[in-house]
């Protein structure tokens, strides 16, 4: 690729690096955070955690946070899943949010959280083979 | 192959299958063992580490909830047992889940005996599983000691 000066050489190999997905872990079990985690840097990405909705939407306060991806609980004290995306969106949050529920939840327990502003619902355990072809789609979009 | 290494891998692949059927693990703990690799050495321990200190703290929420002189608040002791079951299934505790899965019905029918009787069989249980897990690491550790490498048990 022709290049004209070495400030042109520098934003091409920047702009060639893969961008290492980064990612919000917003859970009040550590566990769960603790597996997310792993799986998320099984995958090359990395991540942040916050305990429950009230951290993840105080992280995202001062408008610098950027995040490619938030793995949203949806029951935590404080602030839950579905008053968190809500606020997040308001705040015009444009990360893909995908929200963790449990089997136990309902259809119109999940519509409602859909509803929030997810991208998408995934039930918990979360696994690679259920988040990788999202996350695919993700990174080449 | 070194005798003693190979008499132990073959021990701990049983071990391992054996708590299988016995219904003391599902997939997700396959799953969780998958994650661990060379960057990761030590996450099935760690996260299994966080689990049981999990244990212990939802265990005591639970007692003391039905431990309330007067109306006990049956959604509080839900609540506990929602988290439990939530991180039991994030780690393949099969038993402890599906006791969960019992006692929150239980809750919902504020069913106190019921409740009662529940809880002394998740406290039972996670400490079951925990020693089961414990051996499991010792073997792990005398295998790699007996300069052997851990086997990849396949429970299919």
Redesign the interface.
């Given at each position: 690729m022709a290049t004209t000066s070495t400030g042109d050489i520098e934003k091409t190999k920047s702009v060639e690096v893969k961008k290492k997905l980064n990612v919000l872990i917003v859970d009040?079990?550590?566990?769960?955070r603790?597996?997310h985690e792993?799986?998320i840097?099984?995958i090359g990405g990395i991540s942040q955690t916050a305990k429950n909705g009230e951290e993840a939407v105080n992280i995202h306060r001062d408008g610098n946070a950027s995040f490619d991806l938030i793995l949203m609980d949806k029951?935590m004290p404080e602030r839950d899943g579905l008053s968190a995306t809500k606020k997040l969106r308001e705040m015009k949050v444009t990360s893909m949010i995908i929200g963790v529920t449990?089997l136990?939840d309902n259809e119109e327990e999940r519509k409602a959280f859909m509803e929030a502003g997810l991208n998408h619902c995934l039930a918990?355990?979360l696994?690679?083979a259920k988040i990788l072809p999202l996350i695919n789609n993700l990174m080449d979009a | 192959m070194d005798s003693l290494a190979a008499q132990l891998q073959m021990q701990y692949r049983n071990y391992i299958l054996s708590l299988y059927q016995q219904g003391f693990l599902d997939d997700?703990f396959t799953?969780?063992k998958?994650?661990q690799?060379d960057?990761?050495p030590d996450?099935v321990a760690?996260?299994l580490s966080?689990?049981f200190?999990?244990c212990v703290k939802l265990v005591g929420n639970m007692a003391r909830a039905l431990d309330q002189t007067g109306t006990v608040d049956f959604s509080q002791v839900g609540a506990s047992v929602?988290?439990l079951?939530?991180?039991s299934?994030?780690?393949g505790a099969k038993r402890v889940k599906g006791l969960c899965i019992t006692f929150?019905e239980l809750c919902e029918a504020k069913n106190y005996e019921g409740c009662v009787r529940c809880l002394q069989q998740v406290d039972i249980e996670y400490k079951t599983l925990k020693a089961k897990l414990l051996d499991m690491f010792m073997f792990e550790k005398q295998i790699v000691q007996a300069g052997g490498i851990i086997p990849q048990v396949d429970i299919n």
């Amino acid at each position: 690729m022709a290049t004209t000066s070495t400030g042109d050489i520098e934003k091409t190999k920047s702009v060639e690096v893969k961008k290492k997905l980064n990612v919000l872990i917003v859970d009040d079990d550590p566990v769960i955070r603790k597996l997310h985690e792993i799986i998320i840097k099984s995958i090359g990405g990395i991540s942040q955690t916050a305990k429950n909705g009230e951290e993840a939407v105080n992280i995202h306060r001062d408008g610098n946070a950027s995040f490619d991806l938030i793995l949203m609980d949806k029951e935590m004290p404080e602030r839950d899943g579905l008053s968190a995306t809500k606020k997040l969106r308001e705040m015009k949050v444009t990360s893909m949010i995908i929200g963790v529920t449990t089997l136990a939840d309902n259809e119109e327990e999940r519509k409602a959280f859909m509803e929030a502003g997810l991208n998408h619902c995934l039930a918990k355990p979360l696994s690679k083979a259920k988040i990788l072809p999202l996350i695919n789609n993700l990174m080449d979009a | 192959m070194d005798s003693l290494a190979a008499q132990l891998q073959m021990q701990y692949r049983n071990y391992i299958l054996s708590l299988y059927q016995q219904g003391f693990l599902d997939d997700q703990f396959t799953e969780l063992k998958s994650l661990q690799d060379d960057g990761s050495p030590d996450f099935v321990a760690e996260v299994l580490s966080l689990f049981f200190d999990d244990c212990v703290k939802l265990v005591g929420n639970m007692a003391r909830a039905l431990d309330q002189t007067g109306t006990v608040d049956f959604s509080q002791v839900g609540a506990s047992v929602h988290q439990l079951k939530d991180s039991s299934s994030s780690v393949g505790a099969k038993r402890v889940k599906g006791l969960c899965i019992t006692f929150k019905e239980l809750c919902e029918a504020k069913n106190y005996e019921g409740c009662v009787r529940c809880l002394q069989q998740v406290d039972i249980e996670y400490k079951t599983l925990k020693a089961k897990l414990l051996d499991m690491f010792m073997f792990e550790k005398q295998i790699v000691q007996a300069g052997g490498i851990i086997p990849q048990v396949d429970i299919n």
